[in-house]
């Protein structure tokens, strides 16, 4: 059951002035994947636990309510699936003249705004703004635990859930390319190492870590440490991440 906000006075852009939350029984009863479902329910579990004498709307206001006042972190992004038969993930490639992370696998997102005012409208805006993915075509999920960017910024990844009839389109001066994992594979999908070099100072030294190939693209990084936390909370997969010199 869609939950609108009603503290607008938390969103001071008039394109984000409610949100709409998913309940899994209502993703249930729609049809929705129960891959999606499942994922849901996790998310949420953390959050609040239903029972016989929790209404809906007093659930979709707890999830709300936690989603919008949790600290503020330094950036959000928006991992956004798609409600489909088959769900899909969505990803984006960084422009290549970015003078940070040019031409890395990440989520859409950014850093937050203080006109933002909360982690949510962050992920939303910026989303939009590189992808063109309307707020209102947007359900809820819940949170991931925030993560840190190499740069030190806290990052909050908040997941959503999209409607399938969205055009996207990539903001050239932000990202090169937008594709897709399908949401059933990637559960299952093998990881390899991926070296780079890593340069401080006058020292440099090549390091490897785990990695995902997807859509011929590679999936490292603060992208890759956040995909797998996706998969261990929503599906039980645990996922050994690590960063060593070679």
Wanted: aromatic share 6%; with cysteine.
């Amino acid at each position: 059951m869609p939950a609108s906000s009603s503290s607008p006075q938390l969103l001071q852009s008039p394109r984000f002035t409610e949100f709409a939350i998913a309940l899994p029984d209502a993703l249930r009863q729609a049809g929705t994947h129960p891959l999606i479902v499942q994922l849901t329910e996790r998310l949420q579990a953390s959050i609040y636990e239903q029972n016989e004498a929790t209404s809906d709307i007093a659930y979709a206001k707890q999830i709300l309510d936690t989603l919008t006042q949790t600290d503020i972190a330094d950036a959000s992004v928006l991992i956004v699936l798609t409600d489909e038969a088959e769900p899909k993930l969505m990803l984006t490639r960084r422009a290549g003249h970015l003078n940070a992370h040019a031409g890395e696998v990440s989520f859409a997102g950014g850093k937050h705004e203080a006109s933002d005012g909360n982690n949510v409208v962050t992920a939303l805006r910026e989303t939009c703004e590189e992808t063109a993915l309307p707020p209102s075509k947007v359900k809820l999920l819940g949170q991931l635990p925030p993560q840190t960017s190499k740069a030190g910024l806290s990052v909050r990844p908040i997941v959503a859930l999209a409607d399938p009839d969205v055009i996207y389109v990539p903001e050239l001066g932000e990202i090169e390319r937008i594709f897709w994992a399908d949401l059933a594979t990637l559960i299952d999908a093998p990881t390899q190492d991926y070296k780079f070099e890593y340069t401080q100072g006058e020292q440099t030294a090549t390091l490897v870590t785990l990695s995902w190939l997807i859509d011929s693209e590679v999936v490292w990084g603060l992208t890759g440490r956040i995909l797998a936390d996706l998969l261990k909370v929503g599906f039980d997969r645990e996922i050994d991440w690590y960063l060593r010199a070679v």
